[in-house]
């Protein structure tokens, strides 16, 4: 083990001043200098038995990486890393790190755990500048998989079967590849250009991308079977609606809706684009997780005055505290213990009637349950409600395949190695968890093609 050398973790927060970044859409965050990544690695205790692989659910060896980026080798830290992960500046930003990788490390015990994520955004971000570093790859098996959905899942499955030697089609019912990666997670948090970078990265493993291509439709199940095998990664894209009386006005939209027209249609550019929008100047937007952020963050760019509401407490949100901290910053005002109940207006939205909620009982995940408190009612002024209360698997595919087993939620049900109860057919990501991570998608998709790899050698 290195010598242990107390030091300060490095300021590794760049965000640009929120005047300026709540009118446009670039990264709010700059990330790091490569002074800052090397000082930062050094902080590293390269513990033998490094407890950050454990929480990285593609067991990236972080020790290693972040030993070359401390000897400032960030072409071999790259190196180790894509033996792993071929979408290393996409997780680098939009992992919950603190809860993984991170929430393990044992300096998080004395004073900040090292910044494993942006460590390894500076290294993918690097590597993309002075050329993309490619994994090893196996000669060809001659046999066919199918991987169905380009969002995070397919694309780490499809490159890791590409590098064992199958020949992968990847369908894609978008005219771009990414996933939510692409339409959800707006381009300040995400750009648009990396991640294309990172998927021209996986296709450049071989891998043949079908774009424009709606399995259970332009491509039925009937051509899948003709494949040695499936990989269903069709994600958690059905918004729910919360089932209150004026949800059909024009204005209300779910949060998926509303992210795609913007990050995918580009429709806060209409009519340079065919999609329009509609900007509200005053946006209520339901909800606390991830979603709920990014819809509250784009409508505010878009010009909104916009308030987020939640019927948890604060301390409740499922967001990644660093993004609810940056949407307060950009103005955001926090509505908490509180629950929609109308929308309201006649042809267009007037305003939310909302009732405050208390917290009671724990519920079965250990947090109170909230109910309405009675005669609470009170009325906040709105012309676009946006409804981010969750998403459930998309049912388009895989209800035309009955032999399918479906959990309670929709979700396709899987085994131990992402086995369906369909023989061939394997699935992971968020169709099989319900909307999850990025990182959880990705990890699983890694199994999930061994357990191809397993099944195609026997
Ligand atoms: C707005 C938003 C913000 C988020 N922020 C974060 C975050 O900060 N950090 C994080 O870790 N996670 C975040 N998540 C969650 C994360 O994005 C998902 O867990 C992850 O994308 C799941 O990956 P996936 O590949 O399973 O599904 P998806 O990304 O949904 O990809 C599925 C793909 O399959 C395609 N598809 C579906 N049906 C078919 C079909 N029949 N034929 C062909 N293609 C099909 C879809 O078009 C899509 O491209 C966020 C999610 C959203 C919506």
Known sequence: MQTYVPAKRVITMHDRPIDQRIHDFYEVDDGLTPEEAIAEAKRCLQCKKPLCVKGCPVSIDIPAFIREVAAGDFKKAAEIIKEQNMLPAICGRVCPQEVQCEGECLLGLKEKPISIGEL???VADTERTNGMVLPKKNASTGRR?????????????SAELARMGYHVTLFESLHAAGGVLMYGIPAFRLPKDIVKAEIDAVLSLGVELKLNHLVGRSVTVKE????????LGTGAGLPYFMGLPGENLPGVYSANEFLTRVNLMHADQFPSFDTPVKKGSRVVVAGGGN?????????????????????????DLPARKAESLRAKEEGIEFVMCVNPVKILGDGAITGVECVRMEMCELDQSGRPEPAPIEGSHFTIDADVFIAAIGQGPNPLLISEIPELIRGKRGNVVVDSEYRTSLPKFFAGGDVATGAATVILAMGAAKSAAQAIDKMLRE
């Open 145 to 157: 998989v199918a991987v169905v959905g380009a969002g995070p899942a397919g694309l780490t499955a």
């Open 291 to 315: 979603v709920a952020m990014d819809a509250a963050r784009v409508a505010r760019r878009l010009g909104g005055k916009v308030t987020l509401v939640y019927r948890r407490r604060e301390e």
């Open 120 to 122: 390894e955004r500076f």
């Open 224 to 231: 899948l079977l003709s494949y040695d095998a499936v990989f």
